[in-house]
């Protein structure tokens, strides 16, 4: 079954012809390091999380590289207002981030670079800029010099008009074109900085992710994925990095956006204060309910948070995993030909997700589901999840008292059996007796 792909390079959808067949490469922006990320940020991860688990069905070997920018303006005012130094902000956030992915059930890409671990490759690629013509030192930045490239702005179909309009932000008298953007900046004593041949400064944002992916993937490579407002001018400014300091036509042949996760219409972001963070939600919901909204929407169409959305994903997984209950040793099998379909269509999910709940048969209905990196726990685990910080009894307590209530039952104290049933269940634990004993879940 072919994969086919809507590339922003072309506005259209193209059938997936990887470089070399035996090695699939992906390269998908991560986040900049210091807060916890918010659920739109998780969009991203969770879509093409999706398409590296089709790629690794399909491919012999796939590499994904997924980046943490932990060197950034924000960043620095962030450690300055904790009075807490930059690495302790940017390892805490980080690993939070990584534990929120995981929990959300983003397989952990095979690497996962930090800036600041590759300056010493970004400024090589700024020297090779500099000494082609590209790129220019001016009062202690380097800039790159958008006209010395002929075909700059083919990612994002802007007019010249607009690209100075979207550079209009970073207008600097140190500029010799209005769209020139910074490749690297000075930096002063107090702010972090790496020696380079145009003195001690940091990089830009952009430069990162050309010297990340170079190092990992290649200077050419299959796909190169983000969120919709990174277009421009983020990756335009990455192909034009790359494919000028390597001299290639392409960086990667295959770009994909996502949509934006909007609440009340409106894109989720931090500047706009309209935001819940994945760590918060993750105390109300389970992670997998979390995911299943995040994939209810095709990932190019926009998605409207609500919390109603989260609390009816998380019906749907308590229904399917009840298709699983007591089944568990059933084998995943492979993945229906319905669910495999939408995917490779774009990474139809809606489509897919509408295949499962055709599906009856609890070993094709976990396979199908662990496509999209649902049904991955067993099915006690997941009905046995509560809410953060939520009264009632515990695991331990629970088993306790089914314990006890069987121990009433053989004697039949059928009245004491029944009391411990109905106290449970005021309680918020709601038992089945089924063939193979008592199973529970929190309700
Ligand atoms: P940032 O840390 O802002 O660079 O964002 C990290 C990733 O999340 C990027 O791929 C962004 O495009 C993506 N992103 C940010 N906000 C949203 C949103 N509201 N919906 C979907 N994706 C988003
Ligand atoms: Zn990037």
């Not at 207002?81 to 980080?94: C, K, S, Y």
């Not at 490779?344 to 199908?368: E, F, K, M, V, Y």
Request: include cysteine; proline fraction near 6%.
């Amino acid at each position: 079954m072919s994969l086919v792909v809507y590339n922003t390079l072309s506005r259209e959808k193209e059938p997936f012809v990887p470089i070399d067949a035996g090695h699939v490469r992906l390269y998908v922006c991560g986040p900049t390091v210091y807060d916890y990320v918010h659920i739109g940020n998780a969009r991203p991860v969770v879509a093409f999380d999706v398409l590296y688990r089709l790629l690794r069905r399909r491919y012999p070997r796939v590499t994904y590289v997924r980046n943490i920018t932990d060197i950034d303006d924000r960043i620095m005012v962030r450690a300055a207002d904790n009075r807490e130094p930059i690495e302790a902000l940017t390892n805490r956030t980080a690993s939070a981030y990584q534990s929120d992915m995981q929990r959300l059930g983003a397989l952990a890409p095979d690497h996962e670079p930090r800036a600041t671990q590759y300056v010493g490759e970004m400024v090589d690629m700024i020297g090779r800029l500099v000494d082609k013509g590209h790129a220019y030192p001016a009062e202690g930045h380097v800039l790159f010099s958008v006209p010395s490239m002929a075909d700059y702005g083919r990612l994002s179909r802007r007019t010249r008009d607009e690209l100075v309009a979207g550079a209009r932000v970073e207008v600097a008298p140190y500029k010799k074109d209005p769209a020139d953007f910074v490749l690297w900046k000075p930096s002063t004593d107090e702010q972090p900085g790496w020696p380079s041949p145009w003195g001690r400064g940091r990089p830009g944002w952009h430069i990162e992710c050309s010297a990340m992916s170079a190092r990992h993937l290649g200077e050419t490579f299959d796909i190169h994925a983000g969120g919709l407002d990174l277009i421009f001018p983020h990756h335009e400014n990455e192909i034009a990095q790359s494919r000028c300091a390597f001299g290639h036509g392409l960086m990667a042949r295959y770009w994909m956006h996502n949509g934006f996760l909007n609440i009340s219409g409106e894109k989720m972001s931090k500047s706009l204060g309209n935001f819940f963070t994945v760590h918060e939600l993750l105390d109300q919901y389970p992670g997998e309910a979390i995911r299943l909204l995040l994939l209810s929407a095709h990932y190019r169409q926009p998605l409207d948070f609500t919390h109603e959305g989260l609390v009816q994903a998380k019906a749907t997984l308590d229904r399917w995993y009840g298709v699983l209950r007591g089944r568990d040793a059933a084998p995943a099998g492979s993945v229906p030909q319905a669910v495999e379909e939408a995917l490779s269509d774009d990474l139809n999910t809606p489509l897919a997700i509408s295949a499962l709940h055709q599906l009856g048969d609890p070993a094709t209905l976990r396979a199908g589901a662990n496509a999209l990196g649902l049904l991955q726990q067993d099915a006690e685990a997941w009905f046995r999840w509560a809410p953060a910080g939520a009264a009632g009894p515990t695991d331990a307590e629970i088993e306790a008292a089914i314990a006890a209530r069987q121990a009433a039952r053989k004697a039949r104290d059928f009245k004491e059996s029944d009391r411990i049933r109905d106290d449970l269940k005021v309680k918020g634990v709601l038992l089945e007796d089924g063939p193979k004993g008592t199973t529970w879940k929190r309700g």
